[in-house]
Nanobody, 119 residues
Framework: QVQLVESGGGLVQAGGSLRLSCAASGRTFINLAMGWFRQAPGKEREFVAGISWSGSNTAYADSVKGRFTISRDNAKSTVYLQMNSLKPEDTAVYYC????????????WGQGTQVTVSS
């Protein structure tokens, strides 16, 4: 089992920045691919960003490319999502997810953290 705990959400004005963190426990962190997803009210959960075990490979949704950066600190078993130039349409609950290295299957999910961007 893997436990994921997100933090760092909150209320920010459009154009502002937030950094989300996700602390993992319960399994060797380097054996996990990590990702961030989000779900806005009335919408389906969508992929935001993903990162390989080493951090050398990353992927982003088109809607956040150039504004968001995913990173990880394997020594701290933590993955981050730096969000810059935030827009009201980024408002959502953000979820951290983890899955086996080498796949895009996410088996484990955090409880989510709310991000609200005001216009």
């Amino acid at each position: 089992q893997v436990q994921l705990v997100e933090s760092g959400g909150g209320l920010v004005q459009a154009g502002g920045s937030l950094r989300l963190s996700c602390a993992a426990s319960g399994r060797t962190f380097i054996n996990l691919a990590m990702g961030w997803f989000r779900q806005a009210p009335g919408k389906e959960r969508e992929f935001v960003a993903g990162i390989s075990w080493s951090g050398s490979n990353t992927a982003y949704a088109d809607s956040v490319k150039g504004r968001f950066t995913i990173s990880r600190d394997n020594a701290k078993s933590t993955v981050y999502l730096q969000m810059n130039s935030l827009k009201p349409e980024d408002t959502a609950v953000y979820y951290c997810a983890a899955g086996p290295v080498g796949t895009t299957i996410y088996n484990y999910w955090g409880q989510g953290t709310q991000v609200t961007v005001s216009s």
